[in-house]
């Protein structure tokens, strides 16, 4: 059965928990849109517009009950009855019940009819209940009327945050004990249930997906065009001469790996581009993305996924200068954590709109290209850039222990002052970048999930859903 997901931005979350729990001791509630990723193993709502319901519109505020005026509901039902987008109804329990009470179960079955009428969907909507200190527990609505449990909420913010799961599902894998030692059982357990993807599985990606297959992550998506060759034997992790004789997919290198190892972890290769609606779609329905890519267009293109999906993405880069004479004049790499919402890896200057346009233009025209590089309108890409498997690794495992920081905060200081990380080698120093002002060009994004073209990019007009 496909498993329903609901995902919420840090700023949505905290918005909700400032309306709900105004510290009155009264049920309130409010209303959200949520776009969609209807897939064939998991539909994801991802919440895109919050409308609080004024306190002064509700009929009836009380600790265990609030009933309320439709009126604000008119034009969210009419956009999402024009865009097919799930409606999400939220209220408080203020006194910290942690169910749906018999009170709930009416007044949804009531709400949710309505809904059904009107928007005449054959997808799910959703209901959810927060709880003071902010947790959240919901379900869904079927067409059929029936209820079913949210598989998951999560809310993606400087921490992450995953509810949903039973105590009982809280019980390590026997492998990964010594991580539950440290990081607890309930950390573990959500490993287990996460999907996660990873966007190159090469110098820096696979590192990633060793260490991921190995702490029991349940699902790993893998995608990457690519074939391995004798030139990158030397920093592909599973990757054998016979691989690359045979031209075998980074993918299919990686997915008998992980089936190899017998943890159980599933594995779903796709060696193809990330620009491929297939591709996009596959990712979209993960819970977690890293990005292990080269590509500046990759990067800018998985930044802007991970914003319409409401994704945490972790972007993983090195950097290696030769001096031309046996030396090394740089030896370093960065750990972004870009979160929807947030500051953009292009707003980090992690790469420059310069850059950008040239690694278009170089796909899209080369001839154009190799002219404006001579003629010094643009800089050359560079290719080929020199690779240490030591120094992959080193920042794979950064990029891996950022992933379980936010996942089980640990650190002295919070999440945020840690939006990047930048090892030197060749200063044997450790460098971090606070989070900075949001993007303004990728806000009005979060969670708008599928559009026709998907991304709003022409390129990906393969299918799609509403706008």
């Known amino acids: 059965m496909t498993v329903i997901k609901l995902r919420i931005s840090d700023a949505q979350h905290g918005a909700l928990m400032d309306h709900l729990l105004p510290g009155d001791g009264l049920e309130a509630v409010a209303v959200a849109l949520c776009g969609r990723r209807p897939g064939e193993t998991a539909h994801c709502l991802t919440a895109r517009t919050i409308v609080p319901i004024p306190y002064d519109e509700c009929r009836a505020r009380t600790?265990?009950?609030?009933?309320?005026?439709?009126?604000?509901?008119?034009?969210?039902?009419?956009?999402?009855?024009?865009?097919?987008?799930?409606?999400?109804?939220?209220?408080?329990?203020?006194?910290?019940?942690?169910?749906?009470?018999?009170?709930?179960?009416?007044?949804?079955?009531?709400?949710?009819?309505?809904?059904?009428?009107?928007?005449?969907?054959?997808?799910?909507?959703?209901?959810?209940?927060?709880?003071?200190?902010?947790?959240?527990?919901?379900?869904a609505i079927l067409p059929s009327g029936d209820f079913m449990p949210l598989d998951s909420i999560a809310v993606v913010g400087d921490d992450l945050r995953f509810w949903g799961w039973s105590e009982a599902e809280a019980r390590p894998a026997g492998f990964t004990q010594r991580h539950a030692q440290l990081f607890g059982a309930g950390t573990t357990a959500r490993l287990r249930r996460l999907a996660v993807a990873v966007i190159g599985c090469s110098g820096t990606g696979s590192p990633v997906v060793e260490m991921l297959a190995r702490l029991g992550v349940g699902l790993l998506v893998l995608v990457d065009p690519d074939r391995v060759e004798e030139k990158n034997l030397n920093r592909i992790l599973n990757a054998t001469r016979e691989d690359a004789e045979l031209n075998r997919t980074k993918v299919e290198v990686m997915a008998r790996a992980i089936t190899q190892m017998g943890f159980g972890t599933e594995v779903l290769p796709l060696?193809?581009?990330?620009?491929?609606?297939?591709?996009?779609?596959?990712?979209?329905?993960?819970?977690?993305?890293?990005?292990?890519?080269d590509s500046i267009e990759g990067r800018n293109l998985l930044n802007r996924l991970a914003t319409f999906y409401t994704l945490p993405y972790f972007d993983v880069g090195v950097k290696l200068v030769a001096d031309g004479r046996g030396g090394i004049d740089e030896a370093c790499g960065a750990v972004h954590y870009v979160k929807p919402g947030g500051e953009s890896l292009l707003d980090r200057r992690a790469f420059t709109m310069k850059q950008l346009k040239a690694e278009g233009l170089r796909r899209t025209d080369p001839s154009a290209y190799e002219d404006q590089v001579g003629a010094g309108y643009i800089d050359g890409v560079q290719d080929d850039r020199p690779a240490v498997i030591?120094?992959?690794?080193?920042?794979?495992?950064?990029?891996?222990?950022?992933?379980?920081?936010?996942?089980?905060?640990?650190?002295?200081?919070?999440?945020?002052?840690?939006?990047?990380?930048?090892?030197?080698?060749?200063?044997?120093?450790?460098?971090?970048?606070?989070?900075?002002?949001?993007?303004?060009?990728?806000?009005?994004?979060?969670?708008?999930?599928?559009?026709?073209?998907?991304?709003?990019?022409p390129e990906l007009s393969e299918g799609g859903g509403g706008a």
């Open 63 to 139: 600790p265990d009950r609030v009933t309320w005026s439709s009126r604000r509901l008119v034009p969210l039902l009419e956009e999402a009855a024009r865009r097919d987008l799930a409606v999400l109804k939220i209220h408080s329990h203020p006194g910290g019940y942690g169910a749906f009470s018999e009170v709930d179960d009416v007044a949804d079955r009531d709400l949710f009819g309505s809904i059904f009428g009107w928007t005449d969907s054959q997808y799910p909507h959703a209901s959810a209940v927060m709880l003071p200190g902010g947790r959240m527990f919901g379900r």
């Open 271 to 293: 060696p193809e581009n990330l620009a491929t609606p297939r591709a996009v779609r596959a990712v979209a329905e993960c819970d977690v993305v890293f990005g292990c890519m």
């Open 390 to 457: 030591s120094v992959n690794m080193h920042l794979a495992s950064a990029a891996v222990n950022e992933f379980l920081a936010r996942l089980h905060p640990y650190r002295l200081d919070e999440n945020r002052e840690f939006a990047v990380v930048r090892p030197s080698l060749i200063q044997g120093a450790l460098y971090r970048q606070e989070e900075g002002p949001p993007s303004e060009g990728l806000a009005r994004n979060v969670g708008r999930g599928d559009v026709r073209p998907l991304l709003d990019m």
